[in-house]
Every structure is written in structure tokens, then in C-alpha cells.
């Protein structure tokens, strides 16, 4: 075993992502006739607030032109909300808050009969206050027509933008609650025909085991329903997903997946285990303990049948079956040179492996404050010279990179997640010398080969986007390079994990080339297409599959062409009701009718389907509602989206194989999001798209 990850074994205990709460007190579980009324029931029991009693309503404020969502009407402007203020809404109307008659957590709300008069195009807000006995972390699972907002203290927790109907668990949000009064605030947008919202707490994961165990048992629940998006949604018809279950003795909270040339699956969790997994993709895979003593295994590299590389929080080490007895007896320190305070927060990721045989390893901050940088090196990516383990500082200004890999063409990527300086998840083209934007690895920029390029930290500026590369700050601060992708908080996921890409050759189905990213919080999957524009890498991002068991933290192609989904939900919770776990997407041979591509052309954007389309129905201007938002560069922890302005698209044309539709859109701006949403764009054989939604992030115009 490893010297440093013997000294730290004792910390393998502190939860990886977040931060115990208060304990729960005294209490029971109850079980009652549903699961919704048990959870309540039981929260009740140990004192901690179910949301049951009296929530108020105020509205309609407007959404014309789906412009409500991201309007901060007052009532996401307070604090601390008065129930006796009045406001100014839809068409000049004044009203104040008033009772929701027969508000019931676990049940749907139709929202449309508190506003008989009015039929499309509105906001409501809908309010709760409580009192609590203990502070705690309160999982929420949520559903609404269309769009939700969850507010807590004044800080807002969820934004998902969803034109869809309302069904239970559609998605989820984490709420702080502080000992004595608290105001829990929902924001729900229509744009017309039914208008419904659904809210329930949930057990917390730190709750006493033996709860969550009662209650899997007397309700247990597929990882689809948690979702909303059960085993007949539109998705599975082309993707199936299947778990592989997993012995008792194992808790696979999955930090890494890798599969070995003999076809075995290897997975390393944040336990400290690595687990062997023979003939994944059978009814009855095989697992078995290969090691077990690491620290919080975050990722690994399989090197050949016998060796695999795993970053540790303190280290990356060579891991060896020296004998072939499908057990490793041999651990060896490969790389230590990379600070470790003991700070939660203070993870590693990776290794990614280039073609030369290096590593490339990002590893995190620490969790808010001045110190989140105290360790040498935290907030950078570094190369591990892949034959001596020496170690060199490649870039910095990182946060929390939960993901690390190299694209088809030899190029590095890393995710980056919400939080300060990074106004919402994104995808990054990782090159030497270049700074992403988190301020506290500055400090290490005197120690590394890019001191010439100055470590003064800037204030939070305001900027149309991200500066263009090798634009300089005012005040000194090194260039901040763009994102390739913006991924648009709560719409396309929460906590961004492992980019990867399809290299199938097809057996995954017609997004080959194309990066997949997993999402944490939303147990997502999302598809991103890039290009490169003068030189910038930028491109578009699509939702792809929900319906998974818990937080996708890592993926992995098999063999076979299916993709391994390993997940946990890490002490933060996550949509689908399980703690950790592995599944299995696979294509079903059918193809979906999808955007495949969002090109930027001279003119505007080409679009470009997997299928012909339907011209009558692809040529209608009214098929493409576009905007266009951009962030604050600022460090606050996370930024809604800013400047949010309509565009207006022109249809110039579909071409010859009915394929690609090309659109003008004038005036696009560099750092800028342009949000795509189609409507009613059928494929020449009567499909509906199967995602009607596209998010293209925008550095450089075509010349």
C-alpha cells in the first residue's frame, strides 16, 4: 500500500461531495398507504419539516414569448418574502399572496384552476413556510407544466427549462433547511393547454439505513419511474437500459471504468475498492474484489490484463496482479506530486492517457472561502510523464473537473461544474499554459513554467460571453480561455461528469464522432456535437437519455458498442432513488429522428437530421424559436442566464437529400448561447423529434 494513502486512509469516511448535516433525532419509520405519504410520515417522525401544511400563491405574472422563465419577477428578488406584499402581473392585474386551496404534497396541482380567466402565457409562484427543530439537507423530487424554479433563502437551486406534461419525480433539486422559519419558494411557467406542478420530499441519504432500507422494500420503485421517464418513454425505443446487478458486499459507488483486453470490466469506486467484472453484458456478469485500501478512487487507466493506473486523492498508483490470481498484490506509487490538505473537497480525476503513453490528471479546489487553492496545484490539470511519474503543471483555473478525456483527434477536454467563477457546467478544450477562469489556482501560477504570464486576480467582470482567446483582462489577470459548450443549468443537467466519445463505428447508433457527457444530479446523459471556427473549438449540446438509477459520475464503451453507466450519488443526492450502481445503454437498431448536427455557417446555423425531413413541415418559419443569453464572469457561486434577447431565424432552404435545413440568423455575437427550440419538424416518414431542443455555444463567427 501506498505510504501517503496509508496516512490518509482515516478520511475515507468524510462524504466526497458534500458536507454532513445535522444528524437526525429521535424517530421511526411509518409506513403509510403510498410511498409519498410514508416519506412524509416518516420525516415527520424524526422532526424534519415533510412540507405538509399551508402554501400560498401569487400570479399570473407573464410569460409572453416564453420570456417569463428567466424574468426575475419581485418575488425571486426577496429574501425573505412578505406574505402581505402585492405585486403588478399579467396584463396590469395586481394581486397578493392568497391560499392554494387544497395544496398536497405527493399529489398533482392543477395550477390552471387558481386562474379561470387566463389560458396561455403565464408565471405563478407558489410559497411555503415552515418551521424546522434541526438544520438538514432536504432532497426534493418534483414535476411540472412546463418550466420550474426552486428558490431556498433566496438562492436559487433549480431552473429547468421543460416544455412538457407534468408526471411525479420528472426531476429533483437539494434544499438547505435551517433550524427555526423557512420559506421554500417554487416557480412554475406555462405556455399553454394544462398547467399542473407535483412536489414531495424525500429520505436523505444520511437518514438511518435502516429507513431507506424499509422504505426501498415496501416501495420499491424502477430507476425510470424516478425520472418520470419510464421504461415506455419515447427514448427507450431506441436505447435500452439494463442494470447489472451487483453482489450484497458490494457498494459500487463508481469512480472509474475501464475495460481490460480480455474483456473484463474493471471499476474503481469511492471507497477505495476495485471491482472485476466478467461478461458484463450478459444476464449474469460475474463481479469479484480485485483490490480493496485506496483513497476515494476517482479514476483509472487499464494498462494490460494484469495492471491498471488509479488516481487516488493523494496519488496516482500502478496496481498490479503480479501472480494472475484475478487479485492485486502489488501497489505502487507512480505519482505524488500534487498537494493533499484534507479538504472534502479536495479530489482528483482521470487519468487521461495520450498517444506518447502520459497522463493528464485535473484535481479540484477546495470547497468555497479563500483557501480553496492551499494545496500546491489544486485547480490544475497536470501532465504525468507516462514513463518516470514526473510531474508538470499544464493548466489551471479549474474548479471541479469531474472528467477528464481525449477526443478521436488527439485533443484534451475536461467538465467543469457550476459554482464561483464558473456561471454553469461546461466542456473545455484543455491546452498548456491556458487559465479557465477559477481565481484561486492563481496562486501557484509563480511556482509553474507560465509565471510570465501573471497571477494578479481580477475583480468580477461583466463581458458579452467569454473574452475571445488571448484576450487580455484589464487588470492583468491572464486571458480566460472559452468553454466549447455551455451546458444550460437544470436544462441540461446539474453536475456535468466524463466527457467521452463514440468510437463504435455505429454500433451505438448515428451519433459516432459525437461526445456524450453524463450528468451527476440529473442522472442524464447529454450529447454534444463540436466543430472548429477559425481555429476555436465550440458546438451544440442535446439531451440524450434519462431514466437512470442514480448520478452518472463515469462512462465506458463496451466491445459490443454499449455504453457502461457507472454512478453513485456521492452524499449529494440524485434523480432515480438509488445510491450507486452500473447499467448498461444499449441501441436498439432503429433510428431516432434527431438534430444530428448545429453547424455555424456565414449566415446563421445549418441543421442537419438523422433523418430526411418533412419540407412542409421544416420550412415553416414559425418551425424555429430561437434566443440568445450569455454569463457573468463573476464569483458568486453560479450565474442565471443574462441578456436574454429573441432572435429571428430565417429559413433559406432544406437540401437536396432533405437532411440538413440551413437558417440566417442575423447579428450573432461571439459568447453568446443560442437556444434552439423546434416545433412541429417531422421527418418526410411521420416521425416527431424525438428531442426538440438545441443549445449552441458561439466563439467564433465563420469567416
Known amino acids: 500500500m501506498p505510504s501517503r494513502s496509508l496516512l490518509l486512509l482515516v478520511l475515507l469516511a468524510v462524504p466526497a461531495f458534500a458536507q454532513s448535516p445535522t444528524p437526525f433525532g429521535e424517530g421511526k419509520y411509518v409506513k403509510k398507504a403510498t410511498r409519498q405519504e410514508t416519506i412524509r410520515a416518516t420525516l415527520a417522525s424524526f422532526g424534519v419539516p415533510n412540507l405538509e401544511g399551508k402554501w400560498y400563491f401569487a400570479g399570473p405574472f407573464d410569460n409572453t414569448d416564453d420570456l417569463g422563465f428567466d424574468t426575475a419577477y419581485p418575488p425571486e428578488k426577496e ?70 424554479s426552486v428558490f431556498s433563502f433566496g438562492d436559487r437551486v433549480l431552473h429547468e427549462h421543460a416544455i412538457r406534461s407534468a408526471v411525479p419525480d420528472q426531476t429533483a433539486a437539494l434544499i438547505k433547511v435551517k433550524e427555526g422559519k423557512n420559506q421554500l419558494l417554487l416557480k412554475v411557467c406555462q405556455l399553454a393547454g394544462e398547467w399542473q406542478v407535483y412536489i414531495n420530499p424525500e429520505i436523505p441519504d444520511y437518514s438511518p439505513p435502516a429507513v431507506l432500507k424499509a422504505l426501498d422494500k415496501d416501495f420499491a420503485r424502477a430507476a425510470s419511474t424516478a425520472t418520470g421517464n419510464a421504461d415506455k418513454s419515447a427514448e427507450a425505443k431506441f436505447y435500452t437500459i439494463t442494470t447489472l446487478n451487483q453482489p450484497a458486499d458490494c457498494s459500487l459507488e463508481v469512480g472509474g471504468l475501464g475495460f481490460r483486453p480480455d474483456g473484463k470490466l474493471l471499476a474503481c469506486t469511492r471507497r477505495g475498492e476495485l471491482w472485476l467484472i466478467e461478461n458484463p453484458a450478459s444476464p449474469t456478469p460475474k463481479f469479484s474484489r480485485f483490490a480493496s485500501g485506496l483513497h476515494e478512487s476517482l479514476g483509472l487507466c487499464v494498462q494490460d490484463d494484469k495492471t491498471v493506473y488509479v488516481v487516488q486523492r493523494p496519488e496516482m498508483t500502478k496496481v498490479t496482479d503480479v501472480n494472475g490470481d484475478g487479485i492485486a498484490d502489488d501497489f505502487a506509487t507512480f505519482s505524488d506530486k500534487w498537494g493533499v490538505s484534507g ?170 464522432g459525437q461526445c456524450f457527457v453524463g450528468d ?73 429522428f434527431e438534430v444530428h448536427t448545429m453547424t455555424a455557417t456565414k449566415a446563421g446555423f445549418d441543421l442537419t437530421f438523422t433523418k430526411p425531413v418533412d419540407p412542409k413541415t421544416a420550412e415553416k418559419a414559425t418551425a424555429y424559436a430561437l434566443k440568445s443569453f450569455t454569463y457573468i464572469y463573476a464569483s458568486p ?67
Not at 465550440?538 to 466491445?559: A, E, T
Open 79 to 148: 429574501k425573505t418574502i412578505d406574505l402581505k406584499a402585492t405585486y403588478t402581473g399579467k396584463g396590469g392585474e395586481k394581486f397578493g399572496w392568497k391560499d392554494a386551496p387544497n395544496f398536497t404534497p405527493g399529489k398533482m396541482y392543477d395550477l390552471a384552476k387558481l386562474f379561470p380567466k387566463q389560458k396561455n402565457d403565464m408565471v405563478v409562484y407558489l410559497l411555503h413556510e415552515f418551521e424546522s427543530k434541526v438544520n438538514a439537507r432536504l432532497p426534493l423530487s418534483l414535476g411540472s407544466d412546463d418550466h420550474i
Open 637 to 703: 457561486y453560479g450565474c442565471p442566464e443574462t441578456d436574454t434577447q429573441g432572435e429571428k431565424p430565417e429559413v433559406l432552404g432544406v437540401s437536396k437529400d432533405g437532411k440538413t435545413v440551413s437558417l440566417a440568423v442575423p447579428g450573432r455575437r461571439p459568447g453568446r448561447v443560442y437556444d434552439l427550440k423546434l416545433n412541429d419538424v417531422k421527418s418526410a416518414d411521420g416521425d416527431e423529434l424525438l428531442h426538440a431542443e438545441a443549445y449552441y455555444t458561439l466563439n467564433a463567427v465563420p469567416k
Open 343 to 512: 479538504d472534502y473537497h479536495e479530489f482528483a480525476f482521470g487519468p487521461a492517457r495520450d498517444k506518447d503513453g502520459n497522463f493528464f490528471i485535473t484535481l479540484n479546489v477546495g470547497f468555497g472561502g479563500g483557501h480553496q487553492s492551499k494545496s500546491p496545484w489544486r485547480g490544475w490539470c497536470v501532465k504525468i510523464d507516462g514513463k518516470t511519474g514526473d510531474m508538470e503543471p499544464w493548466a489551471y483555473g479549474l474548479r471541479s473537473p469531474n472528467g477528464v478525456n481525449f477526443a478521436p483527434d488527439g485533443e484534451l477536454f475536461y467538465c467543469d461544474n457550476q459554482g464561483e467563477w464558473v456561471a454553469t457546467n461546461k466542456l473545455c478544450h484543455v491546452q498548456k499554459g491556458k487559465f479557465y477562469g477559477h481565481q484561486a489556482p492563481l496562486k501557484w501560477v509563480k511556482d509553474s513554467p507560465f509565471a510570465a504570464n501573471g497571477d494578479k486576480v481580477a475583480a468580477g467582470m461583466m463581458y458579452d460571453g467569454q473574452p475571445a482567446p488571448g484576450k487580455t483582462s484589464p487588470k492583468g489577470m491572464p486571458a480566460v480561455e472559452p468553454p466549447c459548450v455551455w451546458f444550460p443549468y437544470g436544462r441540461m443537467g446539474q453536475s456535468a461528469s466524463e466527457p467521452i466519445w463514440d468510437t463504435t463505428a455505429g454500433k451505438f447508433g448515428p451519433f459516432a
Open 520 to 592: 451527476q444530479t440529473r442522472s442524464m446523459i447529454m450529447r454534444v456535437a463540436l466543430e472548429k471556427v477559425n481555429g476555436v473549438y465550440q458546438g451544440v449540446c442535446f439531451p440524450f437519455r434519462s431514466g437512470f438509477q442514480c448520478g452518472i459520475n463515469r462512462l465506458c464503451f463496451g466491445p459490443d458498442g454499449s455504453l457502461y453507466v457507472g454512478q453513485t450519488n456521492r452524499g449529494w443526492g440524485s434523480v432515480g432513488g438509488k445510491p450507486y450502481g452500473l447499467q448498461r445503454l444499449a441501441f436498439n437498431g432503429p433510428v431516432p
